[in-house]
């Protein structure tokens, strides 16, 4: 069973970066986009971005093209979300998704990480 | 800028069915747009419905359904059950790599 687990709560300063990491275990790792979805606080799910770990360029969604890097790393099966000049509306659940190879859909999730920005 | 819509908020009494949609705000959706749907309860990530408009994730009961309705993809869940109470998200596949998710539907039972 594909498991996405992801790293701890994080706690970051206005203009600081973040980076959240996502370990894909259970199945097959390179082949497989992963995703990265945000949840801000009573609000609904927005994608931010993705990669195939085996082609290592991500795509992201133009709203974070310029503060927004996704990596990915095959040898450790872990896919990585960077977030740079943070601020407070970037206070959020960050989640990794895993996208299936058919019909374009996110089969997997991982647990979520809270991203808090604060003074 | 694409916009993918649901409605806010709908409600739906304990067994009556209820049909939530997603559309465009320019356009109408098809199957080329791969539309999933997630349930996703509070503090929990979402849980994976439907995916390529009518198939039915692994272990998800059959009272959910998916289709295309008119110009709009649509989830219609048959007997409505007080855990069925959540958020429900569809998302639509733009190509290259591009998913849009929609803002959601709050669905309440009572």
């Known amino acids: 069973q594909v498991q996405l687990v992801q790293s701890g709560a994080e706690v970051k300063k206005p203009g600081s970066s973040v980076k959240v990491s996502c370990k894909a275990s259970?199945?097959?790792?390179?082949?497989?986009?992963i995703n990265w979805v945000r949840q801000a606080p009573g609000h609904g799910l927005e994608w931010m971005g993705g990669?195939?770990?085996?082609?290592?360029?991500?795509i992201y969604a133009q709203k974070f093209e310029d503060r927004l890097t996704i990596t990915a790393d095959e040898s450790t099966t872990t896919a990585y979300m960077e977030l740079s000049s943070l601020r407070s509306e970037d206070t959020a659940v960050y989640y990794c998704?895993?996208?299936?190879?058919?019909?374009?859909?996110?089969?997997?999730w991982g647990q979520g990480t809270l991203v808090t920005v604060s003074s | 800028q694409t916009v993918v819509t649901q409605e806010p908020s709908f409600s739906v009494s304990p067994g009556g069915t209820v049909t939530l949609t997603c559309g465009l705000s320019?356009?109408?959706?098809?199957?080329?747009?791969?539309p999933s749907w997630y349930q996703q309860t509070p503090g929990q990530a979402p849980r994976t419905l439907i995916y390529?408009?009518?198939t039915r994730s692994s272990g998800v009961p059959d009272r959910f359904s998916g289709s295309i309705l008119g110009n709009k993809a649509a989830l219609t869940i048959t007997g409505a059950q007080a855990d069925d109470a959540c958020d429900y998200y569809c998302?639509?596949?733009?190509?290259?790599?591009?998913?849009?998710f929609g803002g959601g539907t709050k669905l309440t039972v009572l």
């Open positions: 998302v639509l596949y733009m190509g290259s790599g591009i998913s849009v």
């Open positions: 259970g199945g097959p790792f390179s082949s497989y986009a």
């Open positions: 320019s356009g109408s959706v098809s199957t080329n747009y791969y």
């Open positions: 998704a895993r996208e299936s190879n058919i019909a374009w859909y996110f089969d997997y």
């Open positions: 990669i195939i770990p085996v082609l290592g360029s991500a």
């Open positions: 390529n408009t009518n």
